[in-house]
């Protein structure tokens, strides 16, 4: 069996995806998310001019070798691009051998864990009663775990994830060309702000409710020692991203200070920017996601590795991510022993499901995964080719004197 050919398509409803197709000579095809939020062009670059003509004469269901060929044999190993490149690659593998098998992915993995997987919604207010009421909707809907971000009085802009204006739901802001914004940050502004906003939310909801909460890379290790402390009475399901996630010591002195659970990795691209974070258990959640984090080969070893030190699962799910990645995320989920939760925002459009036809499906906060053979989400090349790139770029964050922070 032969590679025959491979296509790079980039476009989508509101968000540039970049979509990896791969024939082969007996008709069966494979389908890849190579999507990295706000340099799409780059990973679609990558695959077109160095690894697509790599890829054509090989057997597709070596899918290890592949994987083995794309990483070693690169001299400059790792990095979101390449391994968003490689994850693309290998999800569309993986899915021909899903194919030829006639199975659905979580079948080769080992089978069923559990029938639905618990996701986590975000619910978000420019300030606390907002906030409430964004909340009151997700839970009506059947969501039994909610992330929360809220306005802090004072801040000259809406901080992460949190619309400018009460009653805003979508705070995305990443559309605006490739000058990004600039929000202004003030950590003590924060910290004293939200413990006590959280503790408001445990009370009005009640202990049954899983919240969640993204300090978004902000505070510095001492910092997010007292912050974590000052919320431990929340009971929160996870504290994501308490520090910035490119030092795997930061975390230490939080651990001396604090039990409350901490979640981090979104930006990971590979285990050996988690392994110290793991084997040292750092961590309750591991964050990483398919797609820039070398596709299904790698992040099934990270979640190995996460297994033998307690480490739950919690992948990235953010809006950027196709619904190519978030199936490949579904299969992992409905297997994984060590499944904690799965973030998902990539909602149900019209547009979106018939550019990406598929049978996965949420339920009262539970996404249930397809049994239709591969990752079960097909691709239509007469609806992609509706959209066109849109340059876009995340914001900028800067303290109040003008210094740059950590977005
Ligand atoms: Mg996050």
Redesign the pocket.
């Known amino acids: 069996m032969k590679i025959t050919d491979a296509r790079v398509f980039v476009g989508g409803p509101k968000k540039n995806y970049v979509t990896l197709k791969i024939m082969t000579d007996q008709g069966v095809y494979g389908l890849g998310d190579a999507t990295l939020n706000n340099r799409e062009t780059l990973p679609a670059k990558y695959l077109q001019d160095y690894l697509i003509p790599n890829l054509i004469g090989m057997d597709p269901r070596n899918s290890e070798d592949i994987w083995q060929f794309l990483y070693r044999g690169a001299y400059f190993r790792r990095g979101p691009i390449a391994m968003a490149a490689y994850g693309a690659i290998d999800m569309a593998l993986w899915d021909i051998k899903g194919k030829l098998a006639n199975m659905p992915l979580y079948q080769l993995f080992g089978g069923k864990s559990r029938d639905g997987a618990m996701c986590y919604a975000h619910a978000t207010g420019a300030d606390l009663e907002d906030l409430m009421d964004s909340v009151a909707a997700y839970v009506d809907e059947g969501y039994k775990a909610v992330r929360v971000q809220c306005g802090i009085p004072g801040m000259p802009t809406a901080s992460y994830a949190v619309p400018e204006e009460k009653g805003a739901r979508n705070y995305i802001t990443d559309y605006s060309g490739i000058r990004p914004t600039v929000e202004i940050w003030d950590s003590g502004k924060y910290m004293r702000f939200m413990p006590e906003a959280l503790m408001r939310i445990r009370e009005r909801f009640g202990p049954e409710l899983h919240i969640l909460h993204?300090v978004?890379h902000r505070l510095t290790p001492r910092e997010a020692a007292e912050f974590a402390k000052a919320v431990e009475p929340v009971g929160l399901f996870w504290l994501?991203?308490p520090t910035p996630a490119d030092d795997q010591d930061a975390l230490k002195l939080l651990r001396r200070h604090s039990t409350v659970p901490v979640a981090i990795g979104?930006v990971f691209n590979s285990i050996y920017d988690c392994n110290k974070l793991i084997e040292q258990e750092l961590i309750d959640y591991i964050?990483v996601a398919v797609t820039y984090a070398g596709g299904i080969t790698h992040v099934k070893r990270i979640v190995d590795l996460a297994a033998l030190h307690h480490v739950k699962t919690g992948f990235?799910g953010?809006p950027s991510h196709s619904p190519l990645c978030m199936a490949a995320q579904a299969h992992l989920n409905a297997w994984a022993p060590n499944f904690g939760v799965q973030?998902y925002l990539v909602l149900g459009t019209p547009e979106c499901d018939a550019l990406f036809p598929s049978e996965h499906r949420m339920e009262n906060g539970m996404v249930y995964v397809s049994d239709a053979p591969g990752l079960g989400v097909d691709f239509d090349e007469t609806e992609v080719a509706r959209y066109e790139y849109q340059p876009g770029s995340h914001p900028v964050v800067r303290l109040e004197d003008g210094t740059m922070w950590n977005y």
């Open positions: 993204d978004h994501e991203d979104e964050r990235h953010a973030e």
